[in-house]
């Protein structure tokens, strides 16, 4: 699996799902609406196996009623950061997704961890923050000399399941920012 198919079977996985709810139809259905002979080329979009033919591309996007911009990696509400062509000639090909796609899929709201961990049921969140604020706790309002129940406002930020099942607030090292083993986790 490279970050082009990876970053595709994510995207049509959700889109392909919508879909099927929004139309009671099946996944075979699917297939026939853009002129595929049965749902294996589907399965393999789904799991990253593969990438659909431009021609194919174009039918998915018009059954699906998306932009093609949204199979591209480093969208920024809708719209492309860079052209397809750009995007072709700078891609290589990796077994999993770089940090830049983990966090474009944080954003969207799935959890990521990387195979180079070594703690089982690790994983990474975006976490939207307060904005606004909530209520400080007792123990935030000690660290920082506030008064309990005083609002707290704090900044997205990414959270951690560490392999005990705790939580913390997490920061990247640069071998997790340099590699290419992220995946999404299901």
Do not use: H
Request: include cysteine.
């Amino acid at each position: 699996m490279n970050d082009r198919n990876s970053y595709f079977a994510v995207v049509f996985s959700r889109e392909l799902d919508r879909w099927k709810k929004e139309n009671s139809k099946s996944q075979e259905d699917f297939a026939v609406d853009i002129g595929l002979k049965g749902k294996n080329m589907i399965t393999r979009y789904k799991k990253g196996e593969a990438y659909p033919e431009p021609e194919t591309l174009d039918r998915i996007c018009n059954v699906l009623g998306v932009e093609k911009s949204i199979f591209y990696p480093s969208i920024l509400d809708n719209e492309c950061l860079f052209s397809k062509g750009v995007f072709e000639a700078a891609y290589r090909q990796t077994d999993g997704m770089n940090f830049g796609l983990a966090i474009e899929a944080m954003k969207k709201g799935y959890r990521v961890a990387r195979d180079g961990w070594n703690g089982k049921n690790m994983s990474v969140a975006y976490q939207k923050g307060y904005p606004y604020g909530i209520p400080c706790n007792k123990n935030t309002a000690e660290a920082w000399g506030m008064k309990e129940g005083e609002l707290f406002k704090c900044r997205p930020y990414l959270q951690m399941r560490c392999a005990d099942g705790t939580f913390q607030m997490w920061l990247a090292s640069q071998s997790d920012i340099l590699a290419d083993d992220w995946y999404i986790v299901v």
